[in-house]
């Protein structure tokens, strides 16, 4: 009988995809993230920051040992919020639990603090999100 294995060990543990859509208040940040399926003992640790225009940290948020390969969450960002303006985010992916957690992935880009409408079509910010 042929074994057929669900998990691609050999798949570099990476950010597949970062897809974020601000709210129409500009205050919460709709997060969706996209990591390749892995087994439970290689669960990956998922931060999140976002940096104030004035490359202050505004908010951030932390999933530790992930096991779903989509995660859909929503960050809120702390006053004030300065509409059209351009905002920093910073995505790391760590394995382990200790301090000395290993390095996967990190990824940054711009976010534009406006609403935009993914029901219309209107593309969002991330990595791999076509925007």
């Not at 998990?7 to 950010?15: G, H, R, V």
């Not at 087994?39 to 951030?60: C, F, H, K, M, Q």
């Not at 530790?64 to 992916?93: C, F, G, M, S, W």
Request: proline content about 8%.
């Amino acid at each position: 009988m042929t074994q057929i294995n669900l998990f691609e060990q050999d798949t570099p543990l990476k950010f597949e995809r970062i897809l974020i859509y601000p709210y129409p208040d500009l205050r919460r940040l709709w997060v969706r993230i996209w990591l390749p399926a892995r087994l439970d003992d290689d669960a990956p640790n998922v931060e999140l920051i976002v940096y104030n225009p004035d490359g202050t940290e505004n908010n951030s948020l932390f999933l530790l040992a992930q096991t779903d390969t989509r995660l859909n969450n929503t960050l809120h960002l702390k006053d004030p919020v300065i509409p059209n303006e351009t905002y920093r985010v910073t995505a790391t992916l760590t394995v382990g639990l200790t301090k000395d957690a290993e390095l996967a992935d990190r990824q940054s880009f711009d976010l534009t603090l406006t609403f935009r409408d993914p029901e219309a079509g209107e593309p969002g910010f991330g990595v791999n999100c076509g925007s």
